[in-house]
């Protein structure tokens, strides 16, 4: 089975600041003749179920704004949120979803300062 | 408007059976995969199973393999998890999810109690 390990597990930061969240895969993610690495960022506020946010590990999803953005490559990959809103308070998840199991990291908490 | 809702969640006592069910709406049916996630309380995202789109293909995690079956009735729109042989750590809320390039529409999610 393929671990995604988040880093860090918890981040505090002021509003209008930059956040990086690091997902690393034990194996390569990239998925068959796509030749594209298959990874899926989550963001899940209290009391809610996820919102998917990044797929393909750069693809925005429906709707979701562009301060979040998705890169990395071959086993290492970050979200990062530009410029830290009020809102983006929340446990981010990445997914690696090109072999089963389609396994999840542990989850960072997003605070703010 | 895609919807999921998820059903036939409860209290069950530890080794007893219980199914889920999921009904989708909003959105053709037979054009994707079906999964199930599942969060335990205060803890992190595991994910359960899948489905292919004409339910010939199903995976699953190793924690619930052999005791967990999905399935799925394309012309009730319906997906479920027949889950058996129930223990205390399959406590969770169970979320139905669509798959398409991510994980796209999540239901509220059912909550599952093992406990005696």
């Known amino acids: 089975d393929i671990v995604m390990t988040q880093s860090p597990d918890s981040l505090a930061l002021s509003l209008g600041e930059r956040a990086t969240i690091n997902c690393k895969s034990s194996?390569?993610?990239?998925?068959?003749?796509?030749?594209?690495?298959?990874i899926n960022w989550y963001q899940q506020k209290a009391g809610q179920p996820p919102k998917l946010l990044i797929y393909w590990a750069s693809t925005r999803g429906s709707g979701v704004p562009d301060r979040f953005s998705g890169s990395g490559s071959g086993t290492d990959f970050t979200l990062t949120i530009s410029s830290l809103q009020a809102e983006d308070v929340a446990v981010y998840y990445c997914q690696q979803y090109s072999s089963s199991p389609y396994t999840f990291g542990q989850g960072t908490r997003l605070e703010i300062k | 408007e895609v919807q999921l809702v998820e059903s036939g969640g409860g209290l069950v006592q530890p080794g007893g059976s219980l199914r889920l069910s999921c009904a989708a709406s909003g959105f053709t049916f037979t054009n994707y995969w079906m999964h199930w996630v599942r969060q335990a309380p205060g803890k992190g995202l595991v994910w359960v199973s899948h489905i292919d789109e004409p339910g010939s293909s199903t995976t699953y995690a190793d924690s619930v393999k052999g005791r967990f079956t999905i399935s799925r009735d394309n012309a009730k729109n319906t997906v479920y998890l027949q889950m058996n042989s129930l223990r205390a750590d399959d406590t969770a809320v169970y979320f139905c999810?669509?798959?398409?390039?991510?994980?796209?529409?999540w239901g509220q999610g059912s909550l599952v109690t093992v406990s005696s």
């Open positions: 194996q390569s993610v990239l998925f068959g003749s796509h030749n594209r690495n298959h």
């Open positions: 999810v669509r798959g398409d390039g991510g994980l796209d529409y």
